[in-house]
């Protein structure tokens, strides 16, 4: 987050404009379109774990995320947790979250540094 205010910064700096507040880029974070994953290209301990999704169609990374966590094996919860930090980061804002694998999202952002 640190790298993407000064950068921000620095555009706007160099264009007299005045860069937007801290709040600003994290409430921008949370409404980036994030990246989409096609079903059938992912591994298939990560595919048995989107239970109830279509498995032809496209994945949102966030929500391919949750249901890693909520429902998946140790090798989907891995694969999940090396995904870009965005869909990480948004998964995060999602409900639907069971206590534990929400604790585990939050140590592997921590591990990350994403938050």
Known sequence: MVTIARAIAATCARHGRRPPARASLYNALARIEAHTYEASSLPPHVRDALYNLSPEGPVPGPQLVLYCFNHGSLAATSFAAGLPWLDLYQAATL?????????????????RGIR
Request: aromatic share 6%.
């Open 95 to 111: 409900r639907g979250w069971r206590p534990r694998s929400r604790g585990l999202l939050d140590a592997v952002m921590r591990a």
